[in-house]
């Protein structure tokens, strides 16, 4: 069994990002969100998320060799993205990605996210 690690995101994570995104969102507060919200509210499809992650500072959680959540960080210290997968939700994961990004931001010379 591969151990938890977090890293870098990688192009090729992109199709479960993808996949963590939509579920997440439609499952929380989706039907509060109106019609015009909803249109823009998913990522269309994966190149979207490769583009929107890889110009930004991404990191990914891995356990057990599966994506269980990610977080992307702007240059100007801005939390665009925090997800971590419904089915594991209540396991650390969203803190241990917050340690990892304040980290992050640390080493790039941040002072506030």
Do not use: C
């Not at 151990?3 to 199709?15: G, V």
């Not at 998320?49 to 100007?76: M, P, Q, Y």
């Not at 210290?77 to 994961?93: A, E, S």
Request: hydrophobic share 40%; proline share 0%.
């Amino acid at each position: 069994m591969k151990i938890m690690e977090i890293r870098t995101y990688r192009e090729e994570d992109a199709e479960r990002i993808f996949e963590i995104f939509n579920e997440t969102t439609q499952k929380y507060n989706w039907d509060e969100f109106s019609e015009e919200q909803k249109k823009v509210a998913l990522f269309e499809d994966v190149k979207y998320v490769h583009d929107a992650l890889g110009s930004n500072i991404a990191l990914v959680l891995e356990d057990e060799g599966e994506i269980r959540g990610f977080v992307v960080l702007t240059r100007d210290g801005y939390i665009r993205f925090f997800y971590v997968d419904i089915r594991h939700l209540g396991k650390g994961y969203g803190r241990k990605l917050m340690l990892a990004i304040e980290e992050k931001a640390r080493e790039i010379g941040l002072k506030k996210l």
